[in-house]
Structure formats: structure tokens, C-alpha cells
């Protein structure tokens, strides 16, 4: 079930369609059978602390993160698939290119109520 990623190989993956059910050590168990993980962070909403049903794994090389695309996108986890893709590289902590909004930055409504 494996699916081409267009996006560059970086060494952190992009993890989702995740259960609002799924854990960080859950998850880290299952990323960790393709090697060891520099770091794992689950995303939850900044207001209420519910999980958004995705995060970002950091592998140590891009190599580990490739097998992670390839062998477990598509992994059943609490009855969802989950998708894995490579996450696009930040310029420097905190910043994302501007290539495309998933995951990160403020909505278009919050740069309108900003300016």
C-alpha cells in the first residue's frame, strides 16, 4: 500500500490520518521498528489539548526515514491507515518555507485578523 512521496527525502516524516486514540508511545514503537528516532512529537490543538490527528518523527539519517515511507505507510494503527510522508526541511527553528501550508503557520484568516 505504499505510495510515491513528491516530496524531497528529509531525515523527519510526516505522520497522519492518525486515531484521536493513538499515543506517543504507541506510535513510537511502531517508528521505531525501522530504526531509532531522534524525536517524535504528536501535534495537539493549542487551545483545548486534543490531539490533530498527525505529527513528526525525526529518524537520525534520511535512509531510516525512506524505510519508514516505504514499509509503513499504510499501517493499520486503532483502525486507521496512517500516512506517512516526508516533511520539507525548515530554514531555521520555528520557520517553514513557504511551499505549502500543512501542518504549519497561522490560517489565512488569522494573518487578515493580523493586519
Known amino acids: ?7 524531497p527525502v528529509t531525515s523527519t516524516i510526516w505522520v497522519g490520518n492518525l486515531s484521536f486514540d ?3 508511545a504507541e506510535l513510537q514503537q511502531l517508528l521505531a521498528t525501522v530504526g ?16 490533530k490527528g498527525f505529527g513528526f518523527c525525526e529518524y537520525y539519517d534520511k535512509a531510516t526515514a525512506e524505510s519508514a515511507h516505504r514499509n509503513l505507510n499504510g499501517t493499520d494503527l486503532h483502525g486507521r491507515n496512517i500516512r506517512i510522508d516526508f516533511a520539507e526541511e ?3 527553528p520555528g520557520q517553514r518555507n513557504d511551499r505549502d501550508d500543512r501542518g ?3 490560517s489565512a484568516a488569522d494573518r487578515d485578523r493580523s493586519g
Open 90 to 92: 525548515f530554514t531555521k
Open 104 to 106: 504549519a503557520g497561522p
Open 36 to 51: 531509532p528516532i531522534k524525536n517524535l512529537r504528536l501535534i495537539t490543538d493549542r487551545e483545548t489539548g486534543r490531539p
Open 22 to 24: 493513538s499515543t506517543e
Open 1 to 7: 500500500m505504499a505510495m510515491n512521496s513528491t516530496r
